[in-house]
């Protein structure tokens, strides 16, 4: 069963245009990261939200967690060639101990110029 | 850089081989947690240690198996390799257990492991 459902899964966009990513999950989780892998490397973290209706702004990047934090989104604004990635969503399921993060299957962005 | 480095960068091994994958997790970093990500999927927790012992298991056989030692390296050890065992593998490294709170992992570049 996959917790976290990402969609959409794959992304091809021209520069500039602007992209939402969602996350959703009928569980509950006590926190929330976006991570972003590049081929040949590991996720690096982009931001956790843990409030629901928390937003967080990394630059172009709008990061949002939803009020019952069942679910999050990202909003990149006028992407770059970049951005191009895996986004990852990642959580902490509430109250189940000794886990750790449960990840999505990703979001593939490609941006062209 | 993460400062998580991760050793060998791929590998090819047959079925019913074993196999080592190691880790060197940030310095001061107390927890290390392992991942497998198929080829598509996002990675899936297959366990985590705490100062040396075993603190949270994912969903994965027995003959997946591992080791972490004071001088902040860790050790995958999977046996009886399997087809389904290709993978990248990746080592995140914390400096507390993420159960108990939200803390930032971070990742090595992994090793890409093929069973033929």
């Known amino acids: 069963t996959q917790l976290l459902e990402q969609s959409p899964q794959f992304l091809s966009i021209q520069e500039g245009e602007n992209l939402t990513v969602y996350c959703n999950s009928s569980?509950?989780?006590?926190?929330l990261q976006w991570y972003r892998q590049e081929p040949g490397e590991g996720p690096v973290l982009l931001v956790t939200v843990v409030t629901g209706g928390e937003v967080k702004k990394l630059k172009r990047l709008t990061f949002q967690f939803g009020d019952a934090r069942k679910d999050s989104s990202l909003h990149i604004t006028a992407a770059q060639p970049g951005d191009t990635g895996l986004y990852l969503c990642a959580g902490l399921p509430l109250n189940q101990a000794g886990t750790a993060l449960i990840f999505g299957k990703g979001t593939t962005l490609s941006v062209s110029s | 850089e993460t400062g998580v480095t991760q050793s060998p960068t791929h590998l090819i091994k047959t079925r019913g081989q074993q196999v080592t994958l190691r880790c060197s997790s940030q310095s001061g970093h107390n927890t290390v947690s392992w991942y497998q990500q198929a080829l598509g999927q996002g990675p899936q927790f297959i366990f985590q240690y705490y100062r040396e012992e075993e603190n949270g298991r994912g969903n994965f056989p027995p003959r997946f198996s591992g080791l972490q030692f004071p001088n902040y390296s860790s050790e995958l050890n999977v046996n009886a390799l399997e087809l389904d065992d290709s993978a990248l593998y990746l080592c995140a490294s914390s400096l507390v257990p993420l159960a108990e709170r939200t803390d930032t992992q971070y990742f090595g570049p992994g090793t890409r492991l093929t069973v033929l």
């Open positions: 569980s509950v989780f006590s926190s």
